[in-house]
């Protein structure tokens, strides 16, 4: 299977994560991240009368959507998956995707500021109705709330540091600009250390911080076993330790049994199947196409 996006974004391990949802071509499916639409629409290609129902939050992906009757796209956040579906009159769906990288065309859009390759705003919202810039959250946080942000979103080794430089820095003059969160991250980085290597963690960081992702993955999960129906597939590409976390202990989770299913009181069970043990990781070749697929990890599971 060919990548089927633009220029927008190249969707990651597309083929695998096709494969993954089995696709009953007469059901309801779930492209959690729309983004480029390269998901949906090779979902879309092995559906007949079955529907797809897409959410992005970032009004860009709107250029993307295709021409197809039985395809809608939420402009929402994913978190809230189960609202709009009960809104949509839709009780259950067959299968979930949630690619939850960022995509090509928002990391190459210099003014949105997800990237330090560009010296621009440090904007870093998905959404732009979010209140809350990454300029903002650098301002007027406090060093200790700085320290935690790159401490446990970007697992920075000398995160006080960092938070105290910055602090210092925006009392001389507000940090606006990548560049200037670039150059702050510069004079401390630890020896030896390439400042891009240390870069990325930070930016990621920040861009977790202002979305708020973990904790709408967190929700994206519960929701997602809630949604589908029992033997739907649902499938995440991750492609950071983090969110992987949440996915993996997402998946070992149990629930109890009701006295509607004629067991004893306070018994549980698992709620997924896991259809890969281990993580699926691009092949070399995608890897060579798509830089940016390195650090994918596509985990499948099954509703039981």
Same mark, same amino acid.
């Given at each position: 299977?060919?990548?089927?996006?633009?220029?927008?974004?190249?969707?990651?391990?597309?083929?695998?994560?096709?494969?993954?949802?089995?696709?009953?071509?007469?059901?309801?499916?779930?492209?959690?991240?729309?983004?480029?639409?390269?998901?949906?629409?090779?979902?879309?290609?092995?559906?007949?009368?079955?529907?797809?129902?897409?959410?992005?939050?970032?009004?860009?992906?709107?250029?993307?959507?295709?021409?197809?009757?039985?395809?809608?796209?939420?402009?929402?956040?994913?978190?809230?998956?189960?609202?709009?579906?009960?809104?949509?009159?839709?009780?259950?769906?067959?299968?979930?995707?949630?690619?939850?990288?960022?995509?090509?065309?928002?990391?190459?859009?210099?003014?949105?500021?997800?990237?330090?390759?560009?010296?621009?705003?440090?904007?870093?919202?998905?959404?732009?109705?979010?209140?809350?810039?990454?300029?903002?959250?650098?301002?007027?946080?406090? %060093?200790? @709330? =700085?320290?935690?942000?790159? $401490?446990?979103?970007?697992?920075?080794?000398?995160? &006080?540091? *960092? #938070?105290?430089?910055?602090?210092?820095?925006?009392?001389?003059?507000?940090?606006?600009?990548?560049?200037?969160?670039?150059?702050?991250?510069?004079?401390?980085?630890?020896?030896?250390?390439?400042?891009?290597?240390?870069?990325?963690?930070?930016?990621?960081?920040?861009?977790?911080?202002?979305?708020?992702?973990?904790?709408?993955?967190?929700?994206?999960?519960?929701?997602?076993?809630?949604?589908?129906?029992?033997?739907?597939?649902?499938?995440?590409?991750?492609?950071?330790?983090?969110?992987?976390?949440?996915?993996?202990?997402?998946?070992?989770? %149990?629930? @109890? =049994?009701?006295?509607?299913? $004629?067991?004893?009181?306070?018994?549980?069970?698992? &709620?997924? *199947? #896991?259809?890969?043990?281990?993580?699926?990781?691009?092949?070399?070749?995608?890897?060579?196409?798509?830089?940016?697929?390195?650090?994918?990890?596509?985990?499948?599971?099954?509703?039981?």
């Amino acid at each position: 299977m060919q990548p089927m996006g633009t220029d927008y974004h190249i969707p990651v391990l597309l083929a695998e994560s096709i494969a993954g949802l089995e696709i009953n071509p007469k059901g309801i499916y779930v492209d959690a991240t729309f983004g480029g639409g390269g998901h949906s629409r090779a979902i879309l290609e092995k559906l007949t009368t079955g529907r797809l129902i897409a959410f992005d939050r970032d009004e860009d992906a709107q250029a993307n959507i295709p021409k197809a009757k039985n395809f809608l796209l939420v402009p929402h956040d994913y978190a809230f998956i189960g609202n709009y579906l009960n809104y949509l009159k839709i009780k259950s769906v067959d299968g979930i995707l949630a690619d939850l990288g960022i995509s090509s065309h928002q990391v190459d859009t210099a003014e949105r500021g997800f990237s330090f390759r560009f010296d621009a705003p440090l904007d870093m919202r998905m959404d732009q109705l979010i209140p809350k810039t990454a300029a903002d959250l650098l301002n007027n946080d406090t %060093e200790v @709330e =700085l320290q935690k942000i790159f $401490s446990q979103y970007g697992e920075i080794k000398n995160s &006080k540091t *960092l #938070a105290r430089a910055i602090v210092t820095s925006r009392r001389i003059k507000s940090v606006e600009t990548t560049g200037q969160l670039l150059d702050i991250a510069g004079t401390v980085i630890p020896s030896r250390e390439n400042v891009k290597k240390y870069a990325a963690p930070v930016f990621q960081a920040l861009r977790i911080a202002v979305n708020d992702e973990l904790n709408a993955l967190k929700s994206f999960m519960d929701q997602s076993f809630q949604v589908l129906k029992k033997g739907g597939r649902l499938v995440v590409i991750t492609y950071h330790s983090l969110e992987d976390r949440i996915v993996k202990n997402s998946l070992n989770e %149990e629930y @109890e =049994l009701s006295s509607s299913d $004629s067991v004893i009181y306070g018994k549980t069970a698992d &709620k997924w *199947l #896991a259809i890969n043990r281990k993580p699926i990781v691009p092949t070399e070749d995608e890897m060579q196409i798509n830089p940016r697929s390195r650090s994918a990890k596509l985990r499948i599971a099954e509703k039981r």
